[in-house]
């Protein structure tokens, strides 16, 4: 705890940081040099993934993960809500995971 650590930076795109924003010439330096300093950067689909290549012309990797959900992984429960299993009695909850890839 006393040594000094240094966070890893990742960005996510959604979309509109891209398509409106990041598209305005006046936005589009520090939105590419945001993307290209950062240790990861997600896209939510393919097409946002290529825009920001091409529009922004990164030379980086830009991971897609579909909605930030690895569907090999997570699914749906079948048949019911879930709800209950985390949230007997329609209590209200916080609910925070962490996830360990394969």
Not at 2 to 8: A, G, Q, T, V
Not at 15 to 21: K, N, R
Not at 42 to 60: C, G
Request: hydrophobic fraction near 35%; aromatic fraction near 10%.
């Amino acid at each position: 705890m006393l040594k000094p650590h240094r966070l890893p930076f990742v960005t996510t795109l959604h979309g509109t940081d891209i398509t409106l924003v990041g598209l305005d010439r006046s936005y589009l330096p520090i939105t590419r040099f945001s993307i290209e300093e950062s240790d990861a950067v997600t896209a939510i689909s393919a097409y946002l993934q290529e825009m920001t290549l091409r529009e922004f012309d990164i030379h980086r990797p830009v991971e897609v993960i579909p909605n930030f959900v690895n569907c090999d992984i997570f699914r749906p429960a079948e048949g019911k809500s879930r709800r209950e299993e985390f949230a007997p009695q329609g209590k209200k909850f916080w609910y925070t995971c962490q996830i360990s890839g394969p």
